[in-house]
């Protein structure tokens, strides 16, 4: 691994100031922590907007899939976490799927959602939530307001990490919860797949985390860890989106025909990464306190 000195005045986590460069290309370098192994981005140019990945591409599970599962989250997870007097947050709401379950379960004036993408923002307005196109630092919520602030895939993108999320226990009410779910570079698939891992896919992901590295960084900004776990439900299209990057297949017809002939692989890969608590992406719950 090439040494160089990164922009970074010290690391996140360790708060040591030693840094390798990971990956690079025309885009973007990607800098390790030699010390705790945080991986953290530099652009060098402005990138083509992908947003198709977000909204109805490849990030997309479907939305009936992403339907269930939510429901069942919601029904099994965060229920036992807020009632009907309380407000929720979800941070990088997208276009407001997650939201849309939400709102079967709870009245839409105790949901609110940020998302700082104007057409994310737009759709979900449309849907008739309260929702903020800004980041979170700029929307101005009173303090201690909120009882649950879920990020579904968005800890991951933070420009800056320290000030996120000292405005998320700024507006989070002591003992409420936060919830995120990110990618894991403890994972098998990271390892595997190295600088094609899907988690480095995305022009904005910014920084990369395992569930001990966010767990130390959550610890030191005020909060407790509740529990973490792997993301299973993710697996298969993690696994699929390396493939894709790793075998360049542009070709969505021959890209279907693949991810038939790799289900049996990836399910057993699937279970085996969970089984040792290597899964590709994971979920972590602290409590403020
Ligand atoms: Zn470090």
């Known amino acids: 691994m090439q040494k160089k000195e990164a922009f970074f005045k010290k690391c996140l986590v360790c708060g040591k100031n030693d840094f390798s460069i990971f990956s690079k290309n025309e885009y973007r370098i990607w800098y390790t922590c030699c010390s705790c192994g945080l991986l953290r981005k530099k652009h060098i140019k402005k990138e083509v907007n992908l947003r198709e990945?977000?909204?109805?591409?490849?990030?997309?599970?479907?939305?009936?899939?992403?339907?269930?599962?939510?429901?069942?989250?919601?029904?099994?997870?965060?229920?036992?976490?807020?009632?009907?007097?309380?407000?929720?947050?979800?941070?990088?709401?997208?276009?407001?799927?997650?939201?849309?379950?939400?709102?079967?379960?709870?009245?839409?004036?105790?949901?609110?959602?940020?998302?700082?993408?104007?057409?994310?923002?737009?759709?979900?307005?449309?849907?008739?939530?309260?929702?903020f196109d800004k980041v979170l630092s700029k929307c101005g919520f009173k303090s201690d307001f909120f009882k649950v602030i879920t990020a579904f895939h968005v800890v991951e993108h933070f420009t800056d990490p320290i000030e996120e999320i000292r405005?998320?226990?700024?507006?989070?009410?002591?003992?409420?919860?936060?919830?995120?779910?990110?990618?894991?570079?403890?994972?098998?698939?990271?390892?595997?797949?190295?600088?094609?891992?899907?988690?480095?896919?995305?022009p904005y992901h910014t920084v990369l985390w395992s569930p001990e590295l966010l767990g130390k960084f959550l610890e030191d900004n005020g909060f407790e860890i509740v529990s973490r776990r792997n993301l299973v439900f993710e697996q298969i299209s993690c696994i699929y989106n390396t493939l894709k990057v790793k075998l360049c297949v542009k070709n969505r017809f021959?890209?279907?025909?693949?991810?038939?002939?790799?289900?049996?692989?990836?399910?057993?890969?699937?279970?085996?990464?969970?089984?040792?608590?290597?899964?590709?992406?994971f979920e972590i719950i602290v409590r403020k306190k």
Not at 111 to 122: M, Q, R, S, T
Not at 254 to 281: A, R
């Open 53 to 131: 990945n977000y909204y109805g591409g490849k990030f997309n599970l479907g939305n009936i899939y992403n339907k269930i599962y939510f429901y069942f989250y919601i029904r099994f997870v965060l229920l036992s976490y807020i009632n009907n007097s309380e407000f929720l947050l979800d941070l990088g709401c997208g276009d407001g799927r997650f939201l849309g379950v939400l709102g079967r379960f709870f009245p839409k004036k105790m949901i609110y959602g940020v998302e700082p993408d104007p057409e994310g923002a737009l759709i979900v307005g449309q849907k008739g939530f309260v929702v």
């Open 167 to 202: 405005e998320i226990g700024r507006v989070l009410k002591p003992g409420g919860y936060f919830v995120a779910f990110t990618p894991n570079i403890r994972s098998w698939g990271f390892k595997i797949g190295g600088k094609d891992w899907w988690g480095f896919d995305s």
């Open 254 to 281: 021959v890209f279907s025909f693949i991810k038939i002939l790799l289900v049996p692989f990836s399910l057993i890969l699937t279970l085996i990464e969970n089984m040792f608590n290597y899964s590709e992406s």
